[in-house]
């Protein structure tokens, strides 16, 4: 084995730790989605009274078949419910949800903010990372963002 080869993999993380690093890194990517759905839900309803299929679709760039699907699966996980002529309702879980998504993403966005990184960057990175950072992380973050206000 040369030397190259044995520094590389004294260096390696250990399995366990690595492992449940994926681990969050998957679950945050199954939890993303349905985050992105609920809070725009509750986007629609506030700003038109409804979140209707069509409209979710033509947000979120996708065909309504993919909406029905995602649909189906946030009820049941007890995070929407649908009725005839109401379009989408959020549950008390679902609400619960959006909020939380809606509390990381402007917490980083501030953070992002802060660093002097420009107000439309800063919303569409914030979008992507609100759904990967820790509860550890985001507190710092929030600390960081109030320390440093833009």
Same mark, same amino acid.
């Given at each position: 084995?040369?030397?190259?080869?044995?520094?590389?993999?004294?260096?390696?993380?250990?399995?366990?730790?690595?492992?449940?690093?994926?681990?969050?890194?998957?679950?945050?990517?199954?939890?993303?989605?349905?985050?992105?759905?609920?809070?725009?839900?509750?986007?629609?309803?506030?700003?038109?009274?409804? $979140? !209707?299929?069509?409209?979710?679709?033509?947000?979120?760039? &996708?065909?309504?078949? *993919?909406? #029905?699907?995602?649909? =189906?699966?946030?009820?049941?996980?007890?995070?929407?419910?649908?009725?005839?002529?109401?379009?989408?309702?959020?549950?008390?879980?679902?609400?619960?949800?959006?909020?939380?998504?809606?509390?990381?993403?402007?917490?980083?966005?501030?953070?992002?903010?802060?660093?002097?990184?420009?107000?439309?960057? $800063? !919303?569409?990175?914030?979008?992507?990372?609100?759904?990967? &950072?820790?509860?550890? *992380?985001? #507190?710092?973050?929030? =600390?960081?963002?109030?320390?440093?206000?833009?």
């Amino acid at each position: 084995m040369t030397v190259h080869k044995k520094n590389e993999l004294e260096s390696l993380i250990a399995p366990d730790i690595q492992s449940a690093s994926f681990r969050q890194t998957r679950q945050a990517r199954r939890l993303e989605l349905m985050e992105d759905y609920v809070e725009l839900i509750d986007d629609l309803i506030a700003a038109r009274g409804q $979140a !209707r299929q069509v409209d979710i679709a033509e947000r979120l760039g &996708v065909a309504q078949p *993919t909406v #029905a699907k995602m649909l =189906k699966r946030l009820s049941e996980e007890g995070l929407v419910s649908q009725q005839p002529y109401k379009g989408v309702l959020l549950t008390e879980a679902g609400h619960r949800l959006a909020a939380d998504a809606r509390d990381r993403h402007r917490v980083v966005e501030a953070f992002l903010l802060s660093l002097g990184v420009s107000p439309d960057t $800063a !919303r569409k990175d914030a979008e992507g990372i609100e759904h990967h &950072v820790s509860a550890e *992380t985001l #507190a710092a973050l929030r =600390k960081l963002a109030k320390k440093n206000p833009d």
